[in-house]
Structures are given as C-alpha cells and as structure tokens.
C-alpha cells in the first residue's frame, strides 16, 4: 500500500528551528510537495522536490533523498504565524498526490 | 497567478436539501480539479477527480450518486451534496492542477465549510 509517515504534532520556539520529517512509500514518485495549512483554510504551496538535496526558500528549506523516502522541512527563524499544519504529499506514478495526515505546528512565545 | 475561488465560502441549510459548490480557475485553464473533504483535525480526503469534458472519477467509498461533479469548463467545476445530512458537514476544498504547468502543483481554493442541520 501507499504510505505517509509524519509526527503528528511538534512543539517549538520563537526564534528558533523545527525541523519536520516526511517519509513515504508509493508506487513511483514524481515528486514532493510540503503545504501549509492554518486552522479552518485552506493549503498553501510552501515547496517542491523531485530532485534530491536541499531547496531553500526564504525561512524554509526543503530536503529530499529519493533513495531513503524521506523529506523534511526546516524552518528557521520561528514565528508566532507559523503555527500551523504541516502537509507533506507525494505524487506517485498515476501522478496521484497522496497525502500524509499533517504535523500540527505550535509555536511558544 | 494561479487563484482558485471557491463559491461559497459557508453555507448552512437543512437535513434533505441539496448544496451546489463552485470551483473556479481565475487566471489558468484547468484540465483536471480535485474536490477533498477534511474533518476537523483530520487531513485531506480525497473525493473525487474531475476532468474537463469527461466523468469524474470518485475514491473508494464516496457515493457519486450523493456529491455529483461537473466539470464543464476547463475553468469551472461545481461540487452538488444532494439530500445533505448532518454527516455530511464538513470543508470541501477544491483544487485545480494547470494544465500548462510543467509540473504536478495544485492549487487550492479557499474551502467551502458545510453545515447541515
């Protein structure tokens, strides 16, 4: 079956780094998406990977390694906004997006 | 570039009626829109998968006969609940994949909370 491992919920603070795991198990790849989710909206596009290494965007970095299934975003320099949930989805060979359950974000003053 | 609306944004009706949601690509074609269903604290689900001009194609254990999609415009589908019941409350969010895009982002729009008394 198709699978998506990711902590279910993470707390960090202001200021600081968190660094969120992703790993998956699908039938073929085509890519890695990271979205983020605030409580009663919608997801939006924080990042892609269909390479491996580090794309690095701002206060967010994104990592791949194709051959180990894991991902993880970094973020860095914390913010109160940040607080949210944390979407990692993989595109699978039907070019199917399959998503993980999400990583709840709380960030601490 | 690349907004999805969605229309609307809350609705609240009564156990029997049915509820039509839009889905709207403002700035891109969309040859394919996604239609999720999330609870509270639950992740995305998806329903179904719509392609312009065709039959969407629904996921396992969605009722097509219940949430009925036309996707008649490579800008517009809509999403009807028929005869809703309290269990159908929930966000629906669309999301639509660019056809143009060289690779496989979607783009969500902003999510339609349905309450069914």
């Known amino acids: 079956g198709q699978n998506i491992d990711q902590p279910t919920e993470m707390t960090a603070t202001e200021g600081a780094i968190v660094q969120i795991n992703c790993t998956y198990q699908t039938s073929g790849f085509n890519g890695l998406f990271w979205y983020q989710q605030h409580a009663g909206e919608a997801p939006t596009f924080l990042s892609y990977?269909?390479l491996d290494g580090l794309e690095e965007k701002g206060r967010f970095s994104s990592f791949l390694s194709r051959s180990k299934g894991y991902s993880y975003l970094l973020l860095k320099e914390l913010q109160m906004k940040d607080s949210a949930s944390y979407l990692c989805?993989?595109?699978?060979?039907?070019?199917?997006?399959?998503w993980g359950a999400g990583t709840k974000l709380i960030i601490k003053p | 570039g690349a907004v999805v609306s969605q229309h609307p944004s809350r609705v609240i009706c009564k156990s029997g009626t049915s509820v039509k949601i839009e889905c709207r690509s403002l700035d891109f074609q969309a040859t394919t829109m996604f239609w999720y269903r999330q609870f509270p604290k639950k992740s995305l689900m998806l329903m179904a998968t719509?392609?312009?001009?065709?039959?969407?194609?629904?996921e396992q254990g969605v009722e097509k006969d219940k949430f009925l999609i036309n996707h008649a415009s490579l800008t517009l589908s809509t999403l009807t609940v028929t005869s809703a019941h309290p269990e159908d409350s929930s966000f629906y969010i669309c999301s639509a994949r660019d056809r143009d895009y060289n690779y496989n982002e979607q783009f969500f729009g902003p999510g339609t909370r349905l309450t069914v008394l």
């Open positions: 719509s392609n312009e001009g065709s039959k969407a194609t629904y």
């Open positions: 990977n269909v």
């Open positions: 989805a993989v595109t699978d060979s039907n070019y199917q997006l399959i």
